[in-house]
């Protein structure tokens, strides 16, 4: 079952996780200065607390899920370079690869 | 933040941070208010016995019994920092063996949403009103006085003392019962 799980992709691009941080930070901000100024006003701190545990439901739905939005800027991979030619590039490549390290 | 559990992960931090930030705030709000109400505290009946006192060092001790009643509003002390109040009537006197003795009488705990106007009639006290000694019989000044301990959601407690008390004296012999 663990792998219908995994096979969901869930990934978003770079500036898709930007944004996503970005909505949660405002969305959570703005509720917990709003049941901030509400508590003070009927002098109850259990309503802050409830309305920051539902800016922080509707920031849950708004990133965890992968929506399109996130993934508008996906990132640009080189074309796939078919493997006879690359592996006789790849082996010098390495080792001057090894030599830079030493 | 590529992967749900690390945008979870995130998220959650950032709200706990926040919620910390929001709960300082509310101590900010009401540090520095001043939790004193008046009370009136009147006394109906009092009493004094020379009985073996098992806890102390000598055969007797005075013991003295005492029924007050009691009234405040406590309503202004309650704020959205408040969760409870702990009230205790406590006896002040001093006598030539000691010079400063005080003896808790009687307390009560008050939550936030009960009825918060205090008004007791013919209480009597809660615990035993024990002299280290003889010092109550003639005894012509105790003091009674009702302070409470603000218990916050955030914040120090502190101990606050009503102002109003109630100054008695003892009768001179024991067992006979002194009304005010």
């Known amino acids: 079952m663990l792998s219908a799980f995994k096979s969901i992709p869930t990934d978003m691009d770079y500036k898709g996780q930007k944004l996503a941080e970005q909505i949660f930070q405002g969305v959570i901000l703005v509720s917990a200065v709003i049941g901030f100024i509400y508590g003070l006003f009927v002098q109850q701190f259990g309503w802050t607390v409830y309305i920051m545990l539902a800016g922080f439901t509707v ?19 080189q074309p796939a370079v078919p493997e006879a030619s690359g592996e006789n590039r790849d082996k010098p490549q390495e080792s001057q690869k090894k030599k830079k390290h030493k | 933040m590529n992967t749900v559990l690390s945008r979870a992960n995130s998220l959650f931090a950032f709200s706990l941070s926040v919620m910390a930030a929001l709960t300082f705030g509310c101590f900010i709000t009401t540090a520095f208010k001043d939790r004193s109400v008046p009370v009136d505290i009147q006394v109906s009946k009092v009493m004094i016995k020379n009985v073996d006192d098992f806890t102390g060092p000598r055969e007797r001790s005075d013991l003295g019994f005492v029924t007050f009643d009691i009234s405040a509003n ?46 007791m009639k013919d209480v009597k006290s809660k615990y035993f009103f024990f002299d280290d000694g003889n010092g109550l019989r003639a005894n012509k000044n105790i003091t009674l006085t009702l302070s409470w301990n603000v218990v916050p959601n955030a914040g120090i407690l502190p101990l606050v003392m009503g102002s109003g008390h109630k100054s008695l004296t003892f009768p001179e012999t024991y067992e006979t019962i002194k009304s005010y």
């Open chain 1, 59 to 77: 920031s849950c739905f708004l990133t965890l899920p992968p929506w399109p939005m996130y993934r508008r800027n996906p990132l640009k991979w």
């Open chain 2, 74 to 119: 406590l309503q202004p002390i309650f704020d959205w920092n408040v969760k409870e109040l702990f009230l205790y009537l406590t006896a002040e006197y001093s006598t030539k063996s000691n010079a400063l003795n005080q003896v808790v009488l009687w307390d009560k705990i008050v939550l936030r949403g009960d009825n918060t106007k205090l008004n």
